[in-house]
């Protein structure tokens, strides 16, 4: 179908849907980690108030369950936010590897793109982006993702909110795992040849020998030390020009 | 602790890492060879916040068999290889962790 400027419109709202659309399995696995983090915020001494509002004006997951741990160990807020600085620090991988391809987008657009962006609506966005080469496209695409996440997560932290005051240790559930069989589910169709192995397994394994590190840098260096043994497995084993399976 | 202070606080220090960055940089072209390292950005980062949750128990590998996350990881893995199918992998995986957990 040729596309011409009266179908814009439609095309908008068609991307923006297939955005949400192509979220839906992240949303049920974010559901009941937004759970715990409501009935945990609650625990923590956090006023129901200010654990709602955190995930509309922070809205980052792990960075978000790491502030209540601290807020119950009465941790002062300066180092709560540093903390909060590094274990999103991923993020600014992640938006340098999105920008160049939203090369052009105004700032109106870039800025909001940028506040609601994920773990979960990057990975969708580096895949969705791959079928869509319009910028008009794939700003509505990331768009819808990242606004299906976020009503999703403000919804599931709400609930959390209400099951936090009925429930005493909502972390032993271990509804945590729900949040690493999503990212294995993400995590293992990216791997499509050995440099991509070779990275998933030192950044692993980095992650893990360096956990005790302060502030998770652990994750810093884990990712720095897998996307670095990537690149250089690349230039070992090139890949054929048909492309590997 | 005030609240509002702290939610501020961490609500700058998330936008830092989201927002100028990608102002920044939608702007330029970046170098070949840097586009072509950030394709690993998305593996690396998840298998670092996978893998410690999975095998670390309070900073100590917990490789027993009463870790349920254990096995339940690599049936999701598998699922997910052989169907890459997200939300199948999600709900046997689950399945596979929960009825684990009953048994032992």
């Known amino acids: 179908m040729p596309s011409s400027p009266t179908t814009q419109p439609s095309s908008a709202r068609t991307h923006f849907w297939q955005g949400a659309k192509d979220t839906f399995p992240l949303l049920v696995g974010a559901l009941p980690f937004g759970l715990i983090y409501g009935a945990l915020g609650i625990a923590s001494g956090l006023s129901p108030a200010a654990t709602a509002a955190m995930s509309l004006v922070v809205f980052a997951g792990s960075a978000q369950f790491i502030a209540v741990s601290l807020i119950a160990a009465q941790t002062p807020a300066v180092v709560i936010a540093l903390t909060t600085f590094v274990v999103n620090a991923r993020h600014i991988l992640y938006s340098a590897t999105l920008a160049p391809q939203l090369k052009g987008l105004s700032t109106g657009w870039l800025v909001p793109l940028g506040f609601w962006l994920t773990d979960e609506s990057f990975v969708v966005a580096v895949k969705g982006f791959e079928e869509r080469n319009q910028l008009e496209e794939r700003k509505w695409y990331l768009l819808g993702s990242e606004l299906a996440m976020y009503t999703n997560w403000f919804a599931a932290t709400g609930l959390g909110i209400l099951a936090g005051q009925a429930i005493d240790d909502p972390g032993s559930w271990g509804l945590d795992f729900a949040l690493v069989v999503t990212f294995i589910g993400m995590l293992v169709p990216m791997v499509k040849g050995r440099p991509e192995l070779l990275a998933v397994l030192v950044s692993g394994v980095t992650a893990v020998l360096g956990y005790g590190l302060p502030h998770r840098a652990g994750l810093l260096l884990a990712a720095v030390l897998g996307v670095l043994s990537g690149v250089l497995a690349e230039r070992a084993w090139p890949r054929s020009k048909a492309g590997t399976p | ?104």
């Open chain 2, 1 to 104: 602790m005030n609240e509002v202070w702290l939610l501020a606080s961490m609500a700058i220090a998330t936008m830092a890492t989201r927002i100028p960055v990608l102002v920044a940089l939608s702007r330029r072209t970046l170098p070949e060879g840097v586009e072509r390292a950030l394709r690993y950005v998305p593996p690396a980062v998840l298998s670092a916040i996978i893998l410690p949750i999975v095998v670390l128990r309070e900073g100590e590998l917990n490789l027993v068999t009463n870790n349920a996350m254990l096995p339940a990881s690599l049936i999701a893995i598998l699922i997910s290889w052989r169907t890459k199918n997200l939300l199948l992998t999600i709900v046997v995986g689950m399945t596979a962790f929960l009825v684990w957990r009953m048994i032992f």
